[in-house]
């Protein structure tokens, strides 16, 4: 099968768009191998599809494909909820071993999430009509035969610790805060002319507290 053969065969009006979700799972990832010259799956233990999985709530569940140290996937009907099929991954990942790759799709896309540990998550997305280009192909080839060329290059650590020396950078960088001259100017004014406008303040706080009770309770709440 072609590139151009399996995205007519697969895309509205081909003969596999219609199918159902447990239907075209199977037919289409075996099709995919084809067209990106991968073994598909072929060993129950390790490479196999709807592998068997307990999920985090202690029921049973079914990876749609899972390739031992390599990746799950999990498949839905066009336009199906991919973030619901992510999850549900996510919670089959510990008994899988956490493989390196998470790949959803509803068989118009096709998205990669990368889980390395200790390490950011990366997402590669790759559209059904885009697999005519060769680089794409070679992307979701390399999701079956080399997880490790996903490897995110920066770690957590050096996210955080990047973050916070900007941080610093800012702060110090940063001029006296403008609130700190407002106290020390409000500080030398005549304790009378304070007295007066705390009084004023004070009234004028009530009459608008007596027309909009809900500013009371906002007010109460990002101030305690």
Request: charged share 25%.
């Amino acid at each position: 099968m072609t590139p151009e053969q399996f995205i007519g065969h697969w895309s509205p009006g081909g003969g596999g768009y219609g199918m159902s979700e447990r239907g075209g799972a199977q037919p289409h990832f075996i099709d995919l191998c084809t067209v990106l010259g991968v073994q598909s799956p072929n060993d129950a233990d390790n490479y196999s599809f709807k592998f068997g999985a307990k999920l985090l709530d202690g029921k049973r569940g079914f990876a749609d494909v899972f390739k031992r140290g390599v990746c799950a996937w999990e498949y839905k009907q066009p336009s199906g909820d991919l973030v619901g099929a992510l999850r549900r991954l996510k919670d089959y990942a510990s008994a899988l071993g956490n493989p390196p790759l998470l790949v959803v799709s509803d068989r118009m896309v096709f998205r990669i999430y990368t889980q390395f540990t200790g390490r950011p998550t990366e997402i590669y997305e790759v559209a059904l009509k885009a697999l005519n280009d060769p680089a794409k192909r070679e992307l979701l080839r390399c999701a079956f035969t080399d997880p490790a060329s996903f490897q995110p290059k920066r770690t957590n650590r050096d996210i955080t610790e990047a973050a916070a020396k900007a941080f610093a950078d800012v702060a110090e960088r940063m001029p006296e805060p403008a609130a700190t001259s407002v106290s020390r100017s409000a500080a030398s004014r005549p304790s009378a002319w304070r007295t007066s406008s705390r009084a004023a303040c004070s009234a004028s706080s009530r009459k608008t507290l007596a027309c909009c009770p809900s500013v009371c309770l906002k007010s109460s709440l990002r101030f305690r």
